[in-house]
């Protein structure tokens, strides 16, 4: 089982930066993949990014270049560098672990607001 506790979130202006940090309970260095979900008022959760244990990333066409994920073993934390952002990145961020034993679990944090205002 793994706990996950977002912080970072906030209200910034446009065009600014956020730091999300996502702390694990457990040693991260086996989790198969760790992520960014948002959710906006109204719309379903969507992906933001992914890291994979070998360190591969994926990020949705939205967030492209603009955002980037790290994952530090030694800390048990994952990272969400956001710039350049927008107002329609405004929504709560969640955090989920992908651990496989024999199956898949998904394990999700409780998620941090951001905020982007115009």
């Known amino acids: 089982q793994v706990q996950l506790v977002e912080s970072g979130g906030g209200l910034v202006q446009a065009g600014g930066s956020l730091r999300l940090s996502c702390a694990a309970s457990?040693?991260?260095?086996?989790?198969?993949?760790m992520g960014w979900y948002r959710q906006a008022p109204g719309k379903q959760r969507e992906l933001v990014a992914t890291?994979?244990?070998?360190?591969?990333?994926n990020y949705a066409d939205s967030v492209k270049g603009r955002f980037t994920i790290s994952r530090d073993n030694t800390k048990n934390t994952v990272y969400l560098q956001m710039n350049n952002l927008k107002p329609e990145d405004t929504g709560v961020y969640y955090c989920?672990?992908?651990?496989?034993?024999?199956?898949?679990?998904?394990?999700w944090g409780q998620g941090t607001q951001v905020t982007v205002s115009s």
């Open positions: 989920n672990a992908k651990v496989y034993n024999n199956r898949w679990y998904d394990y």
């Open positions: 457990r040693n991260i260095f086996s989790i198969a993949i």
């Open positions: 890291i994979t244990s070998g360190g591969s990333t």
